[in-house]
């Protein structure tokens, strides 16, 4: 009686070298490996623009968020029934010493039209301290041009970029602006009429801010609204905006009663809400690419395992087990994906690094503006890799590409030696 062949140690060297056999097929089974290319390129450009897509749309949502938040602040205090706020400076100072306030800042707020000889728009116009405006990064920036010191006393305004040049203004000119409730005539309310010099020009980075908003000393916006000594609300920033809400009750306590607090969150939900449900949306839909291209895994693997049961049935007859069929055919189908998913951490890696250039690239080519700033709001196009992401979508296409290999390795594990060499 013959003893038993002990069976070899799992991914043994043979098994690998029968599954890199398979790989580089010859010309005769050249098709199985044009069907290997295409999987290959198919889950390599799916991880890829994944990659990109998801990083892109971090990109925007991050550049959104500190561009809203660097203007509008993350909480704003109102009194009830939009009444002016008069004690704006010693509420200041009392949410000044709720932990996690950095600062709070007292405006005035108010809509304009903005005359000029080519046309007439409307406007916001925010009355704003000369030491709060400068701690606005989207204004007091390297792209800032003019100057906002002195701006208190200077009786100007500063205007953004897209502004002056929709009206065909510069620094030292004069804007008007012109507000709809003026002094009480016989005949009505007349509009009140200013001119005031431009003292600065800003660039914050989304076109409709740097289209529509007029920074103003608090003192002259005060007087042209005819607030007196008060403001609109005063704007509050928190050490942790994600949890702006959690600052409601201590700020609500210092307060008292007859004021309303708006929170970004709230002002914005819809929005960044309908951002979250496009990311989702897109990641799932992305995801199809990288599953047809693990079916084209199966597909091809399938095709080998009955082009190759000749090979297999001898493979049995020579003591090969089935379980070490099986891994060779696991090993063939996992390195296209693995290899495929590698290709494609690199490609989409290299492409977020570079995506604003390809951007300028592409537009240069075809002529035309890509991601246009007044639909996109952005400037540039973003991209924010997030590594927790990124892995997910490796180990997604990692899953995907093994659990495509497992049918075909098992159907080749499950081929009969005998049936296989009856004919041969």
Known sequence: MMPQASETRPFAGFEWLIAGRYLRARRKEGFISVIAGFSFIGIMLGVATLIIVMAVMNGFRTELLNKILGFTGHINVYANGAAPVSNYDELAQGFLKVPGVSSAVPYVEGQVMVSSERQATGALVRGIREADLKKIPGVNNNKLRGTIEGFDSSNGVAIGYRMAWRHNIGLGQDITLIAPEGPDTPFGNAPRIRNYPIVALFEIGMSDYDENVIYMPLATAQEFFLLDDAATGIELRVADPDDANRYLEPLNVISGPGYDFNTWIQRNEAFFSALAVERNVMFLILTLIILVAALNIISGLIMLVKDKGHDIAILRTMGA????????????????????????????????????????????????????????????????????????????????????????????????????????
């Open 321 to 424: 087990t089935r379980g070490s069929i099986q891994r060779v055919f696991l090993i063939t189908g996992a390195s296209i994906g693995v290899v495929g998913t590698l290709a494609g951490l690199i490609l989409g890696i290299i492409v977020c690094l570079n995506i604003e250039h390809i951007r300028q690239f592409i537009s240069w080519m075809t002529n035309t503006e890509v991601f246009s700033p007044e639909i996109y709001y952005l400037s540039k196009l973003p991209a924010e890799m997030d590594v927790h992401q990124t892995i997910m979508i490796v180990l997604m296409a990692l899953v995907l590409s093994v659990v495509a290999t497992l049918y075909p390795a098992w159907r080749a594990a499950s081929l009969d030696p005998v049936e296989a060499l009856r004919y041969e």
